[in-house]
C-alpha cells in the first residue's frame, strides 16, 4: 500500500488525497496518502490512527503518507467511510 501510495503523491503532483482499504490475510489495512499542497489541511498519520481504531488497530505514519492494520475485517468500510467524511469536513469546511 505504501508502494501504491508514492505512486498517486508521484503521478498526480497536487489536489489529491487517497484513502485506500485492503484486506490480506484475513486482516484490514488502510493507507492514506496526500499531495504536499494539502498537508496543511489533512494530515494523512492523524487520520489513520484515528480510524485505525475502528478496525480494532491502530495506525500511523508520516503527514504525506501512513497505514493502519487491524482487526476487524467486517468494519473496513465503515473506517473508509469514517475517514472520508473527516476529509470532507477538512476540505470543504475551512
Same mark, same amino acid.
Given at each position: ?43 494523512? &498519520?492523524?487520520? #489513520? =490512527? +484515528? %480510524?485505525?481504531?475502528? !478496525?480494532?488497530? /491502530? ?10 492494520? &487491524?482487526?476487524? #475485517? =467486517? +468494519? %473496513?468500510?465503515?473506517? !473508509?467511510?469514517? /475517514? ?11
Amino acid at each position: 500500500l505504501k508502494e501504491f501510495g508514492d505512486s498517486f503523491r508521484e503521478a498526480l503532483k497536487s489536489k489529491g488525497i487517497a484513502l485506500i482499504g485492503s484486506i490480506n490475510n484475513n486482516k484490514p489495512f488502510i493507507m492514506c496518502a496526500v499531495t504536499d499542497d494539502l498537508l496543511s489541511i489533512v494530515n494523512a &498519520g492523524k487520520l #489513520v =490512527k +484515528k %480510524i485505525g481504531k475502528i !478496525i480494532d488497530g /491502530g495506525g500511523g505514519g508520516r503527514a504525506h503518507l501512513a497505514t493502519a492494520g &487491524g482487526n476487524d #475485517v =467486517k +468494519k %473496513i468500510q465503515d473506517a !473508509i467511510n469514517v /475517514g472520508v467524511e473527516i476529509i470532507k469536513k477538512k476540505i470543504f469546511n475551512k
